[in-house]
């Protein structure tokens, strides 16, 4: 059986790369490029959905990133494949497609990417902080 991930959080984590306010240098590199792929013609994006970074790979309290819903504004097609397949359900795709944001987010995934990637050499204190919390809750990442 295919786990359903989850619709988005009412508010992106703060440790969500679209966020204007979060620190640069919390994730990886790969990882923030991962974000400027979603900005591409939807046929040329990839098919995933992108999953909020809070829970691991396959848990069941995945869910859909709500940043990366607010951002692409339903244009994704890993949002319509996931419907498709069965990952996610009517309800869970309806809120990710029409998600609007509390919280301010970059205007596309190479803005939040380049931010991202600014810090990753010399993260601040305030990516440490959420480094750590993010490596004490995920059981699936290695520091």
């Known amino acids: 059986m295919t786990l359903q991930m989850r619709p988005p959080a009412p508010r992106p984590c703060e440790s969500c790369p679209y ?3 979060a620190p640069s240098g919390v994730w990886a590199h790969e990882e923030y490029e991962k974000l400027r792929r979603y900005d591409a013609a939807i046929s040329e994006q990839p098919q995933k959905l992108f999953q909020c970074h809070q ?15 607010g951002c692409h504004s339903g244009h994704l097609l890993g949002l319509r494949v996931a419907l498709l397949e069965g990952r996610i359900d009517q309800a869970a795709f309806e809120a990710a497609a029409t998600y609007t944001s509390p919280i301010e987010l970059f205007a596309s995934g190479g803005e939040a990417a380049d931010h991202g990637q600014a810090g990753i050499d010399r993260p601040g204190p305030e990516a440490d902080r959420i480094i750590g919390k993010i490596t004490r809750t995920r ?3 290695r520091s």
């Not at 829970?55 to 990366?68: E, K, N, P, Q, V």
């Open 19 to 21: 966020r204007r306010d």
């Open 55 to 69: 829970a691991d790979a396959g848990s069941t309290a995945g869910r859909i990133c709500a940043g990366w819903a």
């Open 139 to 141: 059981g699936d990442l």
